[in-house]
Nanobody
Framework: QEQLVESGGGLVQAGGSLRLSCATS????????MGWFRQAPGKEREFVAA????????YYADSALGRFTISRDGATNTVYLQMNSLKPEDTAVYYC????????????????????WGQGTQVTVSS
């Protein structure tokens, strides 16, 4: 059974850093584009970052650009989201997702383009 399992969330002060991990299992996700989304209480799930299946392109939400970095370790099939200069508005549950087939940068920003999802990890940034 395909699984995505996030970890690395927690409580951090504004200005701090966290690195989220997404461990994959159950199938080879090497041919999948991988993305990170987040959802704050009472809000829609929103795109944060994505890496294309080929690894050649990374995409970021404006809110994440310059502060967050997505990366992927092909040897361990793990995807990371390094988050620096965290702000209270970054507080949310963060989800890892996998998207099959090659998709455009526009589609990779849409939650509906993803086929597999993790259970989420809570990130709380205090002011």
């Amino acid at each position: 059974q395909e699984q995505l399992v996030e970890s690395g969330g927690g409580l951090v002060q504004a200005g701090g850093s966290l690195r989220l991990s997404c461990a994959t299992s159950g199938r080879t996700f090497s041919g999948y584009s991988m993305g990170w989304f987040r959802q704050a209480p009472g809000k829609e799930r929103e795109f944060v970052a994505a890496r294309s299946w080929s690894g050649g392109n990374d995409y970021y939400a404006d809110s994440a650009l310059g502060r967050f970095t997505i990366s992927r370790d092909g040897a361990t099939n793990t995807v990371y989201l390094q988050m620096n200069s965290l702000k209270p508005e970054d507080t949310a549950v963060y989800y890892c997702a996998a998207s099959s087939f090659q998709k455009t940068s526009i589609l990779l920003r849409l939650a509906g383009s993803y086929d597999y999802w993790g259970q989420g990890t809570q990130v709380t940034v205090s002011s």
